[in-house]
């Protein structure tokens, strides 16, 4: 039992470069999201998806494409890596459960720089 | 302004002591609050919940006060495996996939 998975862990990119950051759960929930977190900033949710076959923006969605392929995986993908991207991307799942049982489960995240 | 304020800290306290941590947030629509704590260079991961009467875990209290719109956590006993950033998070009533996270507080015990 994996819970959430993420690869790659570190990733080096030039400005134009374009990558697909990948994240897998087993934990069978139906809700996944990504988002970036930079030193000051908090994490700041970049899209997410509530079930299989819908995605939504978040609060940064500019520069960033997803992808619920099932409702095991949703890839976050760069088309033309900037340096404002550099960050640590978190992929989470949770339960639509309503608000008081709701909790999120994080991946151990991808550390990305853009040169 | 930040949906969510926090005092970066760092805290500094001995082992034993009692510390305390507040965090604000803007919108009044926030319907769940919650705690989490993320180690260095690790992922966030769930503290506690936060609910409307406060709740205790062990060690751990957390309050609401919805008129001033702030939130505290207190943490007695302080051991060193509680050194860790403290996240606090919010969730607005009209769209609980949308979660609004503090940029953290960060707590260092010292033997």
Known sequence: NAGVTQTPKFQVLKTGQSMTLQCAQDMNHNSMYWYRQDPGMGLRLIYYSASEGTTDKGEVPNGYNVSRLNKREFSLRLESAAPSQTSVYFCATGLAGGPKFYEQYFGPGTRLTVT | ?111
């Open chain 2, 1 to 111: 302004r930040k949906e969510v304020e926090q005092d970066p800290g760092p805290f500094n306290v001995p082992e034993g002591a009692t510390v305390a941590f507040n965090c604000t947030y803007s919108n009044s629509a926030s319907q769940s609050f919650f705690w989490y704590r993320q180690d260095c260079r690790k992922e966030p991961k769930l503290l506690m919940s936060v609910y409307s009467s406060g709740n205790e875990d062990g060690r751990f209290t957390a309050q609401l006060n919805r008129a001033s719109q702030y939130i505290s956590l207190l943490i007695r006993d302080s051991k060193l495996s509680d050194s860790a950033t403290y996240l606090c998070v919010v969730l607005h009533k009209d769209n609980f996939n949308k979660f609004y996270f503090g940029s953290g507080t960060k707590l260092n015990v010292k033997p």
